[in-house]
Structures are given as structure tokens and as C-alpha cells.
């Protein structure tokens, strides 16, 4: 059974050619449950497509605009998108600071890439899309093959089928950390 | 100055999303060198679309089909087709095989994505799209950002604004060589 966490602020990182239906899967879940979804990308106000040009977002704020202490969690959703944020400085640095503040980092399929550039892999148990299993073991990762993966604060999974365990590992995570930043 | 590479037989790896641009100039100019150049994908007679939907391209021959004494060297485009690449074990063998039997092996752009996973970038001088330059270095390679770069038989570039310089390279590489394919 799912919990709820009403008003907890989620951050999901978008660029261009991200996994449409992980997007959209993810946002409608989240927002489902009562978290509020702050669409973050490289800048605000732009829109971002999907690789299969399905979906269409709007970036809420710019990743250069915000901090570790606005959200409660971070989602790195899959597709080419994860290959484009490895290049942007400022949503490397949001995971790396989420992940070093103690929250809530999620990443699906491809997403572990930006984990990796965060370098927050290391002696983590992580699992990804197969494709880049080999660079998260050679990040210093102990790759899986299982639907959801929790290890401290980063919680991985494999692909868009996973998104009901993989949602429901985060709002597990988010209930036990100890305040919302909505909150504070 | 280039020279000529009359009847050298060169596999061009091909997967969905390749970058269509890189794709068509590697053809375009190999073969104004003289070079065979062999498509291959993972289904042979199957088409095969860049990210751009610019071009497709049909396969000649299967991976599963092939093997390194087919070819004098083999080139593996960018474009997000490498990650499909990774996944296809007649395609990293083919690759690896080709490493080991000390033939060119030419990777542009997400290309390298393709040696990580046959094992030939540790203790090498690489160059890559920079998202992935965290993997090659991962992978044991000594990531640089220049626009050709060769290390023994691995030649690599990191864009498809280093085609000229890539193509040349490989080129020498393979009047270096000692006998072609096609004639033995």
C-alpha cells in the first residue's frame, strides 16, 4: 500500500529527448499521491520534448535557480535526456547536493548517468537500464537487475515498467526523512 | 593530404537514433577514398533510422554473421545508437575482436560507449562527446578533448565537426595495415 505525502516538493529534472511515458508516468503518480512536482530544467519557462515527441514539458524553474534546501527529493527520469544533463553543471550539482543533504535521490533507466557525473555511485547497489550497467560498475557501483533498488538515500530502477514500485520506494523514503521543505 | 584506400572493406555499424549526419559523411567520405564500406546492423536487409529521421540506412550484413576477418577496420558513428549498440553482443564482439586482432577500430562521438562495453579503453588515450568523457575515464581511458586522437589501432573523435581529421586518421591507419581483406 502507498502512502501519501502530501505537499512534499519533488523536484524532476527534464531536458530534451527524455523518456515521454516515464514523464508523464511519473508526474501524474507523484501528483497522485499528493507531492507537488516542481518540473526543473535548463532553464524556466522553456519546453523540453520527449524522445518520442509524445510529451511536451514546461520547465517551472531553471536548475541554476534552485538548491538542495527548496526540495524534499530529486527524480532523474530516463530516455537520451540524462545524457544532456550530464552537461549541465547546475543539475549535476542539485544531485550531488541532494544526495550529500541526505534526501531523496530517485533515478530510472538512463537517469543513473547523472548520478554517475555526480559521482554518487560509488559503493552504492544500483540498478539502470543495462545499457550503462557497465559504467555504474565502473563508477564503483554493485549493479542489480531488480525493479527497485534502495540504497541510503538513492533509490534506482530499471525502466518505465517499474514505476509503481520505484515511485513507491520514494514516497516510502520521503516519509521517513524528517521534515518537509514545504515546512522548514 | 589524404591518401587512397582503394578496396579496403570497412564495417560501419548501424542502430536506431545514430547520428545521421555522422552516418552519412563517414559513408560519403570513405567511400569517395576508395573504401568498401560495409553496413552493418543488427538484422541484415533491415533499416535502420538516425535521431533526426534524416536518413536511413539498410543493413548490408548481420553482426551475428561477420566476424573481424571480414573487414579491415570497423567505425562506430554517435548519435544515441551506441547505447542500442551495447546490447547487442555480435556488435561488442565484433568490436572487441577487431581490437584484438590489431585492426582500426573508430569510434565518433557516444562511439566510445561502444568500446567501454568491449573492454578496449583501459590504459588508452580516448576523445569523446564530452557526457561520456566520466565513462571512458571510469573505464580505465585517459580522457582528452581534441579533435582526433590515436592510440594503437583505437582512433576516436568527439563530434561530427571532426569528421575530416577522424577520416584521415583512419585512413593512415589502415595503409599502416599490413594486407587488406579483400585480398586475402
Redesign the interface.
Known amino acids: 500500500m502507498t502512502e501519501r505525502i502530501d505537499g512534499r516538493r519533488i523536484a524532476l529534472l527534464v531536458e530534451n529527448?527524455f523518456d515521454d511515458r516515464e514523464v508523464s508516468g511519473l508526474r501524474r503518480r507523484l501528483e497522485a499521491l499528493g507531492a507537488i512536482v516542481v518540473v526543473v530544467g535548463p532553464s524556466a519557462g522553456a519546453r523540453y520534448h520527449g524522445r518520442l515527441r509524445e510529451e511536451v514539458v514546461r520547465a517551472d524553474v531553471a536548475a541554476g535557480a534552485v538548491r538542495a534546501r527548496d526540495f524534499d527529493a530529486v527524480v532523474v527520469p530516463g530516455g537520451?535526456a540524462p545524457?544532456?544533463m550530464?552537461?549541465r553543471h547546475s543539475m549535476v550539482d542539485l544531485v550531488r547536493e541532494m544526495a550529500g543533504a541526505g534526501k531523496p535521490v530517485a533515478a530510472l533507466s538512463?537517469g543513473p548517468?547523472l548520478c554517475?557525473?555526480a559521482n554518487i555511485v560509488r559503493g552504492r547497489t544500483i540498478t539502470c537500464w543495462?545499457?550503462?550497467a557497465?559504467?555504474v560498475k565502473?563508477?564503483?557501483g554493485l549493479y542489480v537487475d531488480r525493479p527497485v533498488v534502495e540504497d541510503g538515500n538513492v533509490i534506482t530502477s530499471r525502466k518505465g515498467d517499474d514505476l509503481e514500485p520505484f515511485c513507491d520506494a520514494l514516497a516510502g523514503a520521503l516519509l521517513r526523512a524528517p521534515m518537509p521543505a514545504s515546512r522548514r
Open positions: 529527448d537520451w545524457d544532456r550530464r552537461l538512463h548517468q554517475i557525473s543495462p545499457s550503462i557497465i559504467d565502473n563508477a564503483g
